[in-house]
């Protein structure tokens, strides 16, 4: 066996323990939903039927809810990967040790889904804002970005997506690389070719990706992004 491969047991992936968690947790800030609640007295038979409360009354907690899940899924992938972060990663990968790769895996792994669930929250917050404002957009429409500030009536509320983008810059880049570009977490060793010259660029792999201090970074600043955004927008949708 060649003295580079490295022999990864099922025995050497662990989950957090308590105390490990708790450090985290410490240090996260909380993050809730709007609370929308379904009007009790609301009923498809009622003579007063209105349809924009009826519409509202049910569309808004049935994406509250939803929201509380992504919520729930985007703190436990930010916990775990915190966690695989705290226990070892180097940003030198000439000096990882045995230990190191399995946390490099993990932390991989959970901030990946991170960057994920970021953006479904995101994108479910617009479909909150899409039902409140009634702006009927359909489902297979609707993208929560900047040409849907026009439509909002609310000019506190258009302020507040605003800087929240801008917040989220780097985390929406990092989400579109991972899903649809290359891998931000490792080296791009694809090369350029000049068709009109016929010319090849070779890449230099050194600096070509995103060390995970830096990914690190940024999941702190988005999720503190997340949890300002929710608590600055609660209380402009009643």
């Known amino acids: 066996m060649s003295e580079n491969n490295i022999t990864i047991l099922a025995s050497d992936f662990t989950y957090p323990t308590k105390e490990e968690l708790i450090k985290v947790y410490e240090t996260t800030p909380s993050i809730s939903n709007f609370g929308f609640k379904q009007d009790e007295n609301s009923s498809p038979f009622s003579q007063d039927l209105n349809l924009v409360q009826e ?5 808004l907690p049935y994406w509250d809810g939803v929201l509380l899940n992504k919520n729930g899924a985007f703190r436990q992938s930010y916990y775990r990967a915190i966690v695989n972060y705290m226990r070892g990663v180097p940003d030198d990968v000439g000096i990882f040790e045995h230990k190191d790769y399995v946390n490099r895996m993990q932390f991989d792994y ?55 983008f801008k917040a989220t810059e780097v985390a929406n880049d990092y989400r579109n690389s991972f899903a649809h570009r290359t891998p931000i977490n490792h080296p791009d060793t694809r090369i350029i070719v000049e068709w009109e010259t016929s010319s090849i660029i070779y890449p230099s792999t050194r600096d070509s990706y995103e060390k995970s201090s830096m990914i690190k970074a940024n999941m702190e600043q988005t999720i503190d992004a997340v949890a300002k955004f929710l608590n600055d927008l609660k209380p402009l949708l009643r």
Do not use: C, M
Request: charged residues 20%; without cysteine; hydrophobic residues 40%.
């Open 55 to 59: 519409y509202k009354s049910h569309n």
């Open 110 to 164: 959970y901030a990946e889904a991170f960057y994920y669930y970021f953006s479904s929250i995101k994108d479910t917050i617009g479909q909150i804002i899409n039902i409140y404002y009634v702006l009927r957009i359909p489902d297979t429409e609707f993208y929560f970005n900047w040409k849907l500030l026009k439509q909002i009536p609310d000019p506190a509320v258009v302020e507040l997506i605003k800087s929240f």
